[in-house]
Nanobody, 115 residues
Framework: QVQLVESGGGLVQPGGSLRLSCAAS????????MGWFRQAPGKQRELVAT???????KYADSVKGRFTISRDSAKNTVYLQMNSLKPEDTAVYYC?????????WGQGTQVTVSS
């Protein structure tokens, strides 16, 4: 069994920054990829950023140049540094891990960008 625990969400003003963290624990042989998705009220869940075991990254067009995904393989942890935040970034952010052919999800952390 694998658990993903997110932290770092909160309320921030437009233009501000936040850093999300997600730690994977449990029976983990190898993590193929980890990433972040988000879901705003009334909208579908969408990909924000992913990073593979080889450190290849992918970003949604809406966050390119503002968000940076990184990982600490020794700690089975993925990070999302979010800069220049906009009100439209407001959403519940979910951590995802693809491990041994299975998808795992965190419980979500709220990010609210508002003045």
């Amino acid at each position: 069994q694998v658990q993903l625990v997110e932290s770092g969400g909160g309320l921030v003003q437009p233009g501000g920054s936040l850093r999300l963290s997600c730690a994977a624990s449990g029976t983990i042989l190898s993590i193929n990829a980890m990433g972040w998705f988000r879901q705003a009220p009334g909208k579908q869940r969408e990909l924000v950023a992913t990073i593979t075991s080889g450190n290849s990254t992918k970003y949604a067009d809406s966050v390119k140049g503002r968000f940076t995904i990184s990982r600490d393989s020794a700690k089975n942890t993925v990070y999302l540094q979010m800069n220049s935040l906009k009100p439209e970034d407001t959403a519940v952010y979910y951590c995802n891990a693809f491990i041994s052919q299975y998808d795992y999800w965190g419980q979500g952390t709220q990010v609210t960008v508002s003045s």
